[in-house]
């Protein structure tokens, strides 16, 4: 039992630790934020809104069936149905009845308002495929950010621990006398320094985590973290096509463009509607019904003629009598209520028919809404025009950024090589004692810099590479990282 127990406790603690230690790719952020982003699921709605709408309009088309059935009671002074006098009863009456209606023509309209359901779908559908790859592109954005806030603290942590080194070996040096007093004071000075940087670092990468996490909708900032990992810079093809090459591919693929189009034709489409009440409805139905009642009947009952006859008067010229046999007579009598189906079979009946409505004259309502519908299809133009010039704008502007930070992480590296080098050479004249501490320390904060600045050109360029990408119409599972 024990042993149990044991086995169950260090399964635990592996299973705890494990989610405690659980860092996230890029990709597993990227997965996470498309489903639990709270916008990409208002935007899901709005296709599944359409699709119902789609659905209705589909439903418009095909005929209207309705049955009804009804059994009531009247208690009080009524006409007795059978003699046709008032008295004081109880009597019941049941009903029922079955009508199919078919709009045979009304102007169009069910046929275009499915076509506007189409489209409306298609609309919702850019919709959301716009707002995935907005938020890809958050999170991609602040994920990039947490790593280049991590590399910036690994420089930090690089430089200061050559700084301790300096700092030891400045301590014998100083104690033999091969060193001024200030030397070791400058050291220190810069040790104290990057340990405020490192600090300052630390707490870049925690909120940039703690930004991440909220991207994400993750509430558990504490634990949270991400892989570590050196991204290299990959597909930089795209920065070969003109900027116009790329406007036109953008032009042809972006989702607010498709919306702004959709918008357009759903105006139109809008126009087709209401001029359709221009035109007459047609309509046919067909109704079927039955009734029933517990009320007493009149049977009427006929006797059989007689045999007996009467004579009625005699022909003049000869005398003879004029004889009529009778009729038979007709005898009326109150019987008890017809059985249920007897009764639903003999009283049923069916009506069928079409029906012609024609508009002539509605205070120009029609004419008002149609000429409200050709502004609003005016505006949609101008709406697609402008994001047209909104798209222009945009990718010319991460054209541009693009370029201009390629230029600068390029610049950037040429930097670093050659603060790299400027280190190195100070840091053999530091050892021989040919400069003092304060210059080396000056050529070490350089040579930092540039490396911390290498590495922020490089994520910037990465991400605003990536931008340029979507513009392009790479899609973003196939971008590279």
Not at 38 to 67: C, F, H, M, T, W
Not at 333 to 340: H, M, S
Request: with cysteine; aromatic share 10%; net charge negative.
């Amino acid at each position: 039992m024990r042993k149990y127990s044991l086995l169950v406790t260090l399964l635990f603690i592996s299973v705890f630790a494990n989610a405690q230690e659980k860092k996230w790719t890029l990709q597993e952020c990227i997965n996470y934020a498309l489903e639990h982003n709270i916008s990409i699921k208002q935007s899901e709605l709005d296709v599944e809104g359409a699709e119902i709408e789609k659905r209705g309009a589909i439903g418009n088309l095909l005929p209207n069936i309705q049955a009804s059935a009804s059994n009531s009671w009247n208690t009080g002074l009524t006409q007795n149905v059978t003699t046709g006098i008032l008295e004081n009863q109880t009597t019941r009456n049941f009903s029922a009845g079955a009508t199919a209606s078919y709009t045979i023509f009304d102007g169009l309209r069910n046929i275009r308002q499915l076509q506007q359901a189409k489209i409306s779908k298609l609309a919702a559908q850019y919709s959301l495929q716009k707002m995935k790859d907005d938020i890809i592109l958050y999170v991609v954005d602040a994920y990039l950010k947490v790593l280049s806030n991590k590399q910036d603290l690994d420089v930090i942590k690089s430089q200061n621990e050559i700084t301790k080194e300096q700092l030891d070996r400045t301590k014998d040096l100083v104690e033999a006398g091969s060193l001024p007093k200030g030397d070791l004071l400058e050291i220190k000075a810069t040790n104290a320094d990057e340990r405020q940087r490192i600090i300052v670092a630390e707490n870049n990468i925690k909120i940039s985590l703690v930004n991440l996490a909220q991207t994400l909708l993750i509430k558990d900032y504490k634990t949270f973290d991400i892989v570590n990992r050196d991204y290299e810079i990959f597909g930089t093809d795209v920065l070969d096509h003109s900027v116009y090459e790329i406007i036109n591919k953008a032009k042809e693929n972006r989702s607010e463009i498709k919306v702004a189009e959709a918008n357009k034709k759903l105006a139109e489409k809008n126009v087709e509607i209401s001029r359709g009440a221009y035109l007459p409805t047609l309509g046919a139905f067909i109704n079927y019904n039955t009734r029933e009642s517990g009320s007493n009947g009149i049977e009427y009952i006929e006797t059989p003629p007689s045999q007996e006859t009467t004579q009625i008067g005699y022909v003049e010229s000869t005398g003879e009598a004029v004889v009529t046999q009778s009729q038979p007579q007709s005898v009326t009598r109150i019987v008890g209520p017809r059985p249920f189906v007897e009764q639903l079979w003999r009283n049923d009946g069916i009506s069928y028919g079409f029906q012609l409505s024609v508009p002539i004259f509605n205070g120009f309502s029609i004419r008002n809404q149609v000429n409200r519908n050709k502004v609003e299809v005016r505006r949609a133009e101008y709406q697609l025009e402008q994001a047209e010039l909104d798209l222009e704008s945009n990718v010319y502007q991460a054209y541009l950024d693009a370029k201009g930070s390629y230029e600068a992480y390029e610049a950037a590296k040429v930097a670093a090589e050659a603060q790299e080098l400027a280190y190195s050479y100070a840091n053999e004249r530091f050892d021989v004692g040919l400069t003092n501490a304060f210059d080396f320390s000056q050529s070490k904060i350089k040579y930092e810099n540039s490396q911390r600045e290498a590495v922020r050109a490089k994520y910037d360029y990465i991400f605003k590479l990536k931008v340029l990408e979507l513009y392009f119409g790479v899609p973003v599972p196939d971008l590279k990282f």
